[in-house]
């Protein structure tokens, strides 16, 4: 997506939408080829096979390599691993904030924090 728009709500609402990239004008050529590049990669594995393996899907939708250090105030790494952990274990389709936080044992304000890192970071 690019878009002048940077109000959270309309980028997790983008992104709610399957948006793969979001571009805020103006930006430079160089992080519009990273977005392209993105969404090339992504469409190159899921057209190739019906069934992707774990490793098809890390690649696809490769997460980034969260430390300690790059955490915003307020997140703690320990957290962070516990709700990523539970995301890619949980059975279930679909799930709301407060059944996620019930599952991991935190507040509903907490996982509303630690949901909306992963998503930007995605």
């Not at 399957?18 to 594995?45: H, M, N, T, W």
């Not at 691993?81 to 059975?91: C, D, G, R, W």
């Amino acid at each position: 997506m690019i878009t002048a728009a940077k109000n959270s709500d309309e980028i997790q609402e983008a992104f709610a939408y399957g948006v793969i990239d979001y571009l805020v004008k103006p930006f430079s050529f160089e992080r519009f080829q990273e977005a392209i590049a993105k969404y090339d990669g992504k469409c190159e594995i899921l057209n190739q096979k019906v069934v992707l393996e774990q490793a098809d899907i890390d690649v696809t939708y490769k997460k980034q390599e969260v430390s300690r250090n790059t955490l915003p105030k307020g997140l703690e790494s320990r957290t962070l691993a516990k709700v990523i952990h539970t995301l890619e274990n949980l059975s279930e389709n679909s799930w709301t904030l407060k059944e996620l936080a019930n599952h991991i044992g935190v507040s509903n304000v907490t996982i509303k924090k630690y949901m909306d890192y992963l998503e930007e970071m995605d």
